[in-house]
């Protein structure tokens, strides 16, 4: 497990990030194996990325139960996700071509995906007492006391030209 932060905490993002968030649910178990199998492979596939300092992915979370699996990803833009999942070479577009029809033609797997851009100078987060998480993984840490106490403040202070960073320094 991953160790845990115990001060309360915000993160400062820089730029504009791609918040991607993907999931499957497994409806009839005996039916969707094959699927879930292109699902487990998922994390490999992640951790490969995130090790990999081109590949636009910055951070992940997942969960994998036995009726859902959801991954949030966390992407430095959307052209480096929309590369990657195009990308012949790569482990998504051919399993994407396996299993599409499957889901289909079966009727027991069903799944979405949300892909949200965002500015870093206008998100607000807040963490505590808790292992490294979403877009805490993806910024840089800082101590959320004093004007980035509240999410108002946090929200205030990343519109500001210094940033977070300016303030608790």
């Known amino acids: 497990m991953t ?12 730029g504009d990030f791609v918040v991607f968030r993907i999931e ?7 039916k969707g194996y094959k ?24 951070a992940y ?16 833009s959307f052209e480096s996700l929309r590369e990657y999942a195009l990308d012949p070479g790569a482990r998504h577009a051919p399993a994407m071509k396996w299993t599409n029809p499957i889901t289909k033609e079966r ?13 870093g100078d206008r ?3 807040v963490y505590h007492n808790m292992p490294a998480t979403g877009l ?4 840089t840490l800082h101590s959320a006391t004093g004007l980035c106490r509240n999410a108002t403040g946090r929200l205030e202070q990343t519109g500001n030209q210094g940033g977070i960073a300016s303030v608790v320094q």
Request: charged content about 25%; overall charge neutral.
């Open 107 to 119: 009727n027991a797997v069903w799944s979405w995906h949300e892909i949200s851009v965002l500015c």
């Open 123 to 125: 998100s607000e987060t």
């Open 61 to 76: 979370d997942s969960k994998i139960e036995i009726w859902t699996h959801e991954f949030v990803q966390y992407w430095q």
């Open 3 to 14: 160790e845990r932060i115990s001060k309360r905490v915000t993160t400062e993002l820089v």
């Open 136 to 139: 805490q993984k993806a910024g």
């Open 24 to 30: 499957m649910q497994v409806h009839r178990l005996w």
């Open 35 to 58: 699927s879930f199998l292109v699902f487990r492979g998922s994390p490999k596939m992640l951790n490969k990325l995130e090790s990999e300092l081109n590949s636009g992915l910055v």
